[in-house]
């Protein structure tokens, strides 16, 4: 099993060390570790045709600025802020900018808890028949295509607290984002999902 340097504070100052002296086990680890979340993160503010090109940025970035890393947060939430910042402004570059409430209607309150989670069941269908199958994979389609086409912001909140589950402490740093404002883009992020959902059902 391959050895987390960096679990602790103190890994995580040899890990930097053997990074800056150009050590390749430190940076084939960083890279193992932090490739694909850095590719995820990108891929939910900018978009699969642009993801690649910014997290391959953003290494170059990180490399030159590894020399003044204070350590003020963890290595692994300092390369998703580069990240989230490239993907930013990548994004603005390619004038595809969205409105935070683009194309979305609000969700009452009483239908969430106070985690944000719906409270009724969105999927009570029976899955043991074929039929049922094919229509849980046609849903997933419903929902991937809803959440491809959430706002960036929506979608980056979505993705890093629901699906990596990242805490909120690290989704508002990497993003630049109040606490109140990552949880009012969760919220309206999983709106839109439930949304599409629904509509999937009634029709």
């Known amino acids: 099993m391959k050895k ?4 602790t504070k103190s890994d995580e100052k040899a890990l930097i060390e053997g990074l800056l002296n150009g050590d390749a ?12 979340i850095m590719l995820s993160v990108s891929r939910a503010i900018v978009g699969e045709a642009f993801a690649d090109e910014v997290v391959q940025e953003a290494w170059i970035s990180a490399i030159k600025a590894l020399p003044k890393f204070e350590g003020r947060s963890s290595l692994k939430t300092w390369l998703l802020h580069i990240t989230s910042n490239g993907a930013k402004t990548r994004l603005r570059r390619e004038s595809r900018q969205l409105s935070l409430d683009d194309g979305w209607e609000a969700e009452p309150g009483s239908k969430f808890d106070h985690t944000g989670h719906r409270i009724d069941d969105v999927l009570p269908w029976n899955i043991d028949t074929p039929e049922a ?3 849980n994979e046609q849903l997933k389609q419903v929902i991937e295509s809803c959440y491809q086409q959430l706002p960036p912001n929506q979608r980056a909140v979505l993705t890093m607290y ?42």
């Open 4 to 7: 987390n340097y960096a679990s």
């Open 25 to 36: 086990a430190s940076f084939e680890f960083v890279v193992t570790e932090y490739h694909s």
């Open 133 to 135: 199958l094919l229509e």
């Open 162 to 203: 629901d699906m990596e589950g990242f805490e909120m402490s690290e989704v508002c740093n990497i993003l630049d984002l109040s606490a109140s404002n990552v949880r009012v883009l969760l919220h309206r992020a999983r709106t839109a999902v439930h949304h599409s959902i629904d509509n999937y059902r009634e029709s």
